[in-house]
């Protein structure tokens, strides 16, 4: 896993919108949990037994203690991730309610990550390589991501990439055009489809995509995931769950998806794995509390519906 590494400070209420004027508001919890995409699947991924290793840059202060005893807790290998004694580590503040959600974040040392700080003897032993929130790093990562992809993929790796969402508002250039190139499997959600594609729909966004990248999954939320490649396009769909948070639910939906085709799973197959791991991820506070167990996941996931055709929601 490459990509972001931080604590979220986590406000749960059904009004968690300040009120400035130096006005104080009480609101039903706040949690400090693992933050970060790439830390968040990296846990996910070692709950469903996967030998996981982070790539990523903190601080040296509390916050990267807190993420790097957490992780190691999970069995995350973190002996890559980088510290960085003169810069924060990055942190951000979800206020959360119901289904929806406001980030905010200070980027601090994730935004230093480079592909010179992860290891080539990591890399030449990786079965998979994913990277998460390539906006977050573009101006660091973004420059040699498509050469350590490419080289991942030499060395007999699988690639995905999650860019996440832009928070610039640009979306892209040809940095991240040749990173694409080099990804077996793209996996944004549906308004990143759209914005990545620049299509107003998401039957064409899907059909764009899966025209670059050589499969793609896009995120539905309960609505499920599209999973397309250039010859077939399969809705994979679970019984509804109730959340109790949805943080961190995508990131967990990667893990499970990798996880399954790393099992040698069809990509609809471990398209339900990753939406089972997604689902049950919601149970809990934080994007981790709740990810589960492979033998836990794989019963949901043997709930799903599959059907080929044009993705409900494209209208």
Not at 4 to 15: F, Y
Not at 216 to 223: A, D, I, N, Q, S
Not at 248 to 277: R, Y
Request: proline share 5%; net charge negative; hydrophobic share 45%.
């Amino acid at each position: 896993m490459l990509g972001d590494c931080n604590p979220d400070v986590l406000v749960l209420g059904g009004d968690v919108t300040p009120a400035f004027g130096q006005q104080e508001k009480l609101v039903d919890s706040i949690d400090l949990v693992v933050g970060g995409s790439a830390a968040i699947t990296a846990v996910a991924a070692a709950r469903l037994g996967l030998n996981v290793a982070l790539v990523a840059a903190v601080g040296a202060d509390p916050a990267g203690t807190f993420m790097l005893d957490q992780l190691t807790g999970e069995g995350v290998d973190v002996s890559a991730v980088v510290i960085r004694p003169q810069t924060p580590t990055g942190m951000t503040v979800a206020l959360s309610r119901g289904r929806d959600r406001a980030i905010l974040t200070a980027l601090g040392a994730m935004t230093s990550l480079t592909a010179a700080d992860v290891p080539g003897t990591l890399l030449a032993r990786a079965r998979h390589v994913h990277v998460s929130s390539y906006f977050l790093l573009e101006d660091s990562l973004g420059p040699g991501l498509a050469g350590l992809l490419s080289a991942a993929r030499a060395g007999g790796a699988t690639t995905s990439l999650d860019t996440n969402w832009d928070p610039s508002g640009r979306w892209g250039d040809e940095r991240l055009a040749a990173a694409i190139a080099q990804t077996d499997l793209l996996l944004p959600n549906e308004a990143e489809a759209l914005r990545l594609s620049g299509a107003d729909r998401l039957d064409d966004a899907v059909s764009t995509l899966a025209a670059v990248g050589r499969r793609l999954v896009v995120k539905l939320g309960e609505r499920g995931v599209v999973c397309a490649d250039r010859s077939a396009r399969h809705e994979v769909r679970l019984p509804a769950v109730t959340p109790v948070d949805t943080t961190g639910a995508g990131d967990c939906f990667n893990a499970g998806l990798i996880a399954g085709l790393l099992q040698g799973l069809a990509l609809p197959a471990a398209a339900a794995l990753g939406c089972a791991t997604g689902a049950l991820s919601t149970g809990g506070l934080g994007g981790t509390a709740s990810a589960p167990d492979l033998p836990t996941a794989a019963r949901l996931a043997a709930l799903a519906s599959q059907t080929i055709g044009t993705p409900s929601g494209s209208r």
